[in-house]
Every structure is written in structure tokens, then in C-alpha cells.
């Protein structure tokens, strides 16, 4: 159930809806807005009547919510959800453009890049520590040191670091060093972490899993925020279809699909959506004229000889020719790209 209250409410009012919501065994999530205060009410099984709610000081409106996620569904954000971390903003005018190589493999090599992307415009760094791969004889990742190498890297040039976490046993050390701590496609329904990450107050973004519904992503969504972690974005990295030319189906009709139910941010993944480096940047333009609230893209120096991921890899060139031709796009659809340089400090 949905609880609005009016504008006019009263601390106390709102705590003695509260209380009565609790006292009916309900678990209370409030979203305090510029006007009015709304809570997400989950947990209830038995009936009650929503009148007796409706009839409080105090309260506005009371609505009954009939999808299965209640917390992230647009009705307890009816605004939207925007994240502020460090330097980069999400869910706001700005396009957020997170870029950086598939693995840390050293200092030097991650340095490289992003003073190059830092100086495209880009407000965040990716870089995998702990690599899922396919085959166990593939680069696993630097583990602890790829993740000091990304916090100093992201240090020297004022950059969001964001990489992945496998598994609940790595969250607290990942915490020391990350800034955003990204769930990955194998993982968007391994509900024990997505549990723990939901124990912290650490920005998370959960990609949509290869075989997921729009659903499912949302679903896995709502038990970060059951858990009380309301700092989250979501991620379309493209879905198993059965056209094999590309690595996946970049599926952005989900962009706009998700905008509607759900006030979380989400953000595509061109790099993982086609597996081709020809074809990131046309699905870059196309998922920022969807609406995309940001991009989270692969990038090295030399592609062709990065350890994990090449084929899908942009250039430096190729990142900076599409950093400015993304600019117009976004201006032709209300938004903006950060401007070259505005990121990077030396």
C-alpha cells in the first residue's frame, strides 16, 4: 500500500500514521518529496480496510498497490529517484557517461584511460576486479590490488569508481575502495546478495540479467530497497534473443518500459548489449534519444590487445568522437553530456 500524505502534515501526523501502519503489521519505507511525504507500506497479508487509513490526520490518499514491487514502483517516487555521488549526478538532466576498460590490469594502463575519458566528459571510471568469465582458463582480474589501483586512479582524476561485486563475502572490503558497486548480469537474482546489499547504504547498480523480464529486473530491484538501500540504478546490458550477429539484444524499449513503472534511474550498457565495437556507438545515440539516464561503456587504448572484452571495446578516439556527437543528441532531448574536460584533473 501507498500512503500520501497531504502537504500541510505535521511531523506528528506523520508518526502517528506510522504507528498505526505498524501496528496493522505493516514494515514502513518513507520518501520524504518537496511537497509531500509518501509511505511504502509492505509485509501485510491479511485484509484490512484502506478507509481506516484514508480517515487519519493528516493523510492525503491511500492506494492499494497491485504489482509485486511496491517500493519500486513509480507511485512511492512519483518524481523519480536522482543520485547524488561525488561529482556525478543520476537521474538528473545530466546523461551520467561511466567508461573505462572491461578489467584493472595495472596502474599505468588505467591511468591512461582515464585521463582520457575524464577529459571526454565521462564522471565515472568502470574497471572489473573480480571478473565472472565464462571460461575458468579466462583472466579472472586483479582481485584487491585491481581495486586499490581504481581507487588511487579515480583519486587523481576525481572520478566515480564503479566495479562489480560476485558474492556477499566480498562487500566489505569492496566498500573501502568503490563508490558504486555494480551487480552483474549472473548475479541479478542471487537474492543472498542482493540481501546484503541491500544491509548497506552503498550506491548499487543492478544490470538486467541475460534471460530477465523487465519484471524480474524490478523485482530484484525492490529487495535492495526492502532492505532499506534506496540508492539504486538500474542497467539494460542487452538480453539472450535468438539473433546470434550480436553478443546480446540490446533492448531498448525496457528504457523507457522501466521509466514508466519504476522512478529508479536506469542506464544502458552498448558495450555488453552488442559485443561489437562497430555497433557501440549507434546504440549509444539510440539509447540516449530513448532516454537513457546514462551509459556505462567499455574503453582501452588498444582494444585489441585489452584482457578481457576487445571485440566490444571503443578506442580513445572513438570515445571522444562519441562523446560529442552524443551531446546533441541529448540537447535535441532536454538533456546534456558533460562537457569535454569538465571531469579530468591532472
Known amino acids: 500500500m501507498i500512503v500520501v500524505m497531504q502537504a500541510g502534515a505535521d511531523e506528528e501526523q506523520i508518526q502517528q500514521v506510522i504507528d498505526r501502519l505498524v501496528g496493522l503489521g505493516f514494515d514502513i519505507h518513507r520518501s520524504t518529496g518537496v511537497e ?23 493523510v492525503a490518499e491511500a492506494h492499494r498497490i497491485s504489482s509485486p514491487y511496491k517500493l519500486v514502483g513509480r507511485a512511492f517516487r512519483p518524481g523519480g529517484t536522482r543520485l547524488q555521488i561525488g561529482p556525478m549526478l543520476v537521474g538528473g538532466d545530466e546523461v551520467a557517461i561511466i567508461a573505462g ?8 594502463q588505467l591511468d591512461r584511460i582515464a585521463a582520457a575519458v575524464a577529459a571526454a566528459g565521462a564522471r565515472g ?18 582481485g584487491e590490488e585491481g581495486l586499490k589501483i581504481l581507487r588511487r586512479v579515480c583519486d587523481r582524476y576525481r572520478l566515480i569508481a564503479v566495479s562489480e561485486v560476485m558474492s556477499e563475502t566480498q562487500i566489505p572490503m569492496m566498500l573501502d575502495y568503490v563508490d558504486v558497486l555494480q551487480v552483474g548480469a549472473r548475479n541479478m537474482q542471487n537474492f543472498n546478495l542482493l540481501r546484503e546489499l541491500g544491509r548497506q547504504r552503498h550506491p548499487v547498480l543492478l544490470k538486467r ?12 530491484a525492490e529487495y535492495l530497497l526492502a532492505g532499506g538501500n534506496y540508492d539504486v540504478m538500474l542497467c539494460e546490458r542487452g538480453i539472450r ?8 539484444t540490446l533492448d ?12 529508479l534511474p536506469i542506464l544502458a550498457d552498448p558495450s555488453h548489449g552488442t559485443g561489437r565495437r ?12 530513448a ?33 560529442q556527437e552524443l551531446r546533441q543528441i541529448a540537447a535535441a532531448v532536454h538533456r546534456q553530456v558533460a562537457p569535454a574536460a569538465a571531469a579530468a584533473v591532472r
Do not use: W
Request: proline letters at 6%; charged letters at 20%; a negative charge.
Open 36 to 58: 509531500h511525504t509518501v509511505l511504502g507500506c509492505v509485509g501485510r497479508t491479511i485484509d484490512f480496510d484502506v478507509r481506516d487509513i484514508e480517515l487519519l490526520p493528516g
Open 101 to 108: 576498460p572491461c578489467s584493472v590490469e595495472s596502474e599505468d
Open 125 to 142: 571510471l568502470r574497471g572489473g576486479a573480480f571478473k565472472p568469465r565464462t571460461s575458468p582458463y579466462s583472466f579472472q582480474g586483479l
Open 209 to 220: 540479467g541475460i534471460s530477465a523480464t523487465i519484471e524480474e529486473l524490478l523485482l530484484s
Open 241 to 248: 534473443t535468438f539473433e546470434n550477429y550480436t553478443r546480446n
Open 252 to 263: 531498448l524499449s525496457a528504457i523507457p518500459v522501466v521509466q514508466k513503472l519504476s522512478h
Open 278 to 289: 562497430d555497433k557501440v556507438p549507434p546504440m549509444a545515440r539510440a539509447a540516449v534519444a
Open 291 to 323: 532516454g537513457a539516464d546514462g551509459l556505462l561503456m567499455e574503453v582501452h587504448y588498444d582494444p585489441d590487445h585489452a584482457l578481457s572484452d576487445g571485440a566490444q571495446t571503443l578506442d580513445l578516439v572513438q570515445f571522444e568522437a562519441l562523446m
